[in-house]
T-cell receptor, first 112, second 114 residues
């Protein structure tokens, strides 16, 4: 079972870059790494996905080292509206994309 | 608009009274899933379905049933609800035609069992 470990919480200030690291030591060869954002009482929202190296979209960047045992979500110049819980997710190695295991998440608080 | 809908959004019921939470998606997704979210425990998968008539247990299936008779619908059934099933429930869907884990989540159903 590919479990993930993330910091429980982080604090930052508006305009700063935030890096959230996720550990997934047992990631399987075919598993992708995905990050979601969740605001209180709302469903999670997809942010970014990657397999290895670096992926960037309009919202964030995802850095994955060669051994793939960890990944880092980078949020450039955060604002107050980025205050949320961020989940790192990897797929379970069960022959496909069946079980997707959410970690406990990282609660990010952005301060003025 | 592409979306996942859940009904009801809020439900208060009593122990033992059967209930169904509906989930529907309009994106023609093969994969659908149910999660529950409890304080401090993140999201835990209850059941998932890879397609019509193909369902499987997630991490916390006890006390729940699902069915997938149509591609767009994936109802969650609690035959005899108990207070420990008080939780926030999310339905999600995903297309399987590409190698992506992007799931689309519904707005959630807050269930209270007294």
């Amino acid at each position: 079972l590919a479990k993930t470990t993330q910091p429980v919480s982080m604090d930052s200030y508006e305009g700063q870059e935030v890096n959230i690291t996720c550990s997934h030591n047992n990631i399987a060869t075919n598993d992708y790494i995905t990050w979601y954002q969740q605001f209180p009482s709302q469903g999670p929202r997809f942010i970014i996905q990657g397999y290895k190296t670096k992926v960037t979209n309009e919202v964030a960047s995802l850095f994955i080292p060669a051994d793939r045992k960890s990944s880092t979500l980078s949020l450039p110049r955060v604002s107050l509206s980025d205050t949320a819980v961020y989940y790192c997710l990897v797929g379970e190695d069960s022959g496909g994309y069946n079980k997707l295991i959410f970690g406990a998440g990282t609660r990010l608080a952005v301060h003025p | 608009e592409a979306q996942v809908t859940q009904n009801p959004r809020y439900l208060i019921t009593v122990t033992g009274k059967k209930l169904t939470v509906t989930c529907s998606q309009n994106m023609n997704h093969e994969y659908m899933s149910w999660y529950r979210q409890d304080p401090g425990l993140g999201l835990r998968q209850i059941y998932y379905s890879m397609n019509v008539e193909a369902t499987d247990k997630g991490d916390v299936p006890e006390g729940y049933k699902v069915s997938r008779k149509e591609k767009r619908n994936f109802p969650l059934i609690l035959e005899s609800p108990s207070p420990n099933q008080t939780s926030l429930y999310f339905c999600a869907s995903r297309g399987l035609w590409e190698q992506s884990y992007e799931q689309y989540f519904g707005p959630g159903t807050r269930l209270t069992v007294t």
